[in-house]
């Protein structure tokens, strides 16, 4: 395999949806059973009762929260404008939207959109009672301050009930979140590991691998790449990764490089079941523990994992489990240098680029490009023959 590497970028967000609901309606009901079905879709989910600490200034950790998440969903209930905290997220998520590839997706649950427009009903006795508290401050800017807010509450609402969402007032409650979440996945694409953008050689492999993980089978669920460094073991591993990923409730990409450092066991385990659940971990501190939670986990669950860079596969096992816990279908991919401790695993050797590889390298590049490329082989003290 040849690699030629232009430039490298990466960006992510520490949570796929931020969700703004009244907790007063919903938080027991409706909107908890909408979070577990978002965490269930692998959907990293911003809840503040789950995601903030006591004593922590909720306003504050709103404001990081909002420009941290791909996506909100808003639950506009009943009770929802009667909540200044509320109505200050949606003025933020929609400032936002306007601002950034920010997408925010509405709910009316319970409540007519027609009525959040023209701000109605439930909604009207709630900006009668900001008004009353406007009236009441004798402070000019204090009440300044209020107009200025109120008109913005207004504006929001009127902004919101206009966008495309989905409206529930009777039927499963169950299928109606199957719509939401179906809307999330296409607004919220997970994103991909990074793989450079010009290879050659490597798609024989990529299709055997595919193959072997389609195939649902409870046989074989290990597969190791083999082969010399810097020759697209882990290139394979992140491109077959990000092709399958999705088809499995749950995946992770762990590179396991100094797994002889005992302070870094809980580390790993604690990124594993991250991965997974799409939830923090920090409370796992010993190995023991960590791999009761895996236990659990796994038993469960269709999980694909690559680990990348092994040296010793026993000791791996010993910290995130082994194959025999994992459901059926689940795959474990390997990738190692190390040929000899991997009986009795299906293997795939990786080999340095081969003479149709090279062939079609320079059909690809035509002539100055191979003239760079000669360059790069004879003075990179990386180059690989």
């Known amino acids: 395999m040849v690699v030629i590497r232009p430039y490298e970028t990466s960006s992510s967000s520490p949570y796929d949806v931020f969700l703004s609901f009244r907790g007063e309606d919903t938080r027991y009901t409706f909107t908890d059973h909408l979070y ?67 997408v925010a997706l509405p709910v009316f649950y319970h409540v007519e959109p027609s009525e959040v427009r023209k701000q109605t009903g439930t909604i009207a006795v709630a900006f009668e009672k900001y008004k009353k ?28 009930a206009d966008l495309i969402g989905h409206h529930h007032v009777d039927g499963y409650e169950s299928k109606f979140i199957d719509k939401i979440i179906k809307d999330t996945k296409v607004n919220v694409r997970r994103t991909p590991l990074y793989v450079d953008p010009y290879i050659i050689g490597i798609d024989s492999q990529v299709e055997k691998i595919n193959l072997w993980l389609q195939d649902g089978s409870n046989n074989d669920r290990v597969l190791a790449i083999c082969g010399k460094g810097r020759i697209g073991k882990t290139t394979i591993a992140k491109i077959v ?84 816990w ?46 760079n490329l000669i360059k790069l082989l004879v003075w990179s003290p990386f180059a690989q023959f």
């Open 326 to 371: 994992f459901f059926q279908g689940s795959k474990v991919i390997i990738t190692t240098r190390h040929k000899r401790m991997l009986q009795p695993h299906q293997m795939l050797r990786v080999e340095i680029l081969g003479q149709d590889g090279w062939i079609k390298l320079i059909k690809c590049l035509g002539m100055r490009g191979c003239y």
């Open 241 to 324: 990764y990000n092709q399958n990923f999705e088809s499995f409730d749950g995946s992770s990409f762990i590179t396991v490089t100094n797994i002889g450092e005992k302070s870094k066991h809980p580390e790993l385990q604690r990124q594993f079941l991250s991965d997974i659940t799409k939830r923090n971990h920090g409370n796992i501190h010993s190995v023991h523990a960590g791999l009761e939670e895996i236990r659990k986990l796994v038993f469960s669950k269709r999980v694909l994992l690559v680990l990348d860079d092994v040296e010793e596969v026993d000791r791996v096992y010993d910290i995130l489990g082994r194959p025999e």
């Open 133 to 160: 508290q406007c009236d009441k401050e004798t402070d000019t800017e204090g009440k300044r301050t209020w107009m200025e807010k109120i008109q913005g509450w207004r504006s929001a609402l009127t902004e919101v």
């Open 36 to 102: 577990r079905a978002l965490l269930q879709h692998g959907f990293r989910t911003f809840r503040d009762e789950d995601e903030m600490q006591k004593g922590e200034r909720l306003k504050s950790e709103l404001e990081k929260a909002i420009p941290q998440s791909k996506s909100s969903i808003i639950v506009i209930s009943k009770n929802y404008a009667n909540s200044s905290w509320c109505l200050d997220e949606l003025v933020m998520i929609l400032e936002r939207r306007r601002t950034s590839g920010h």
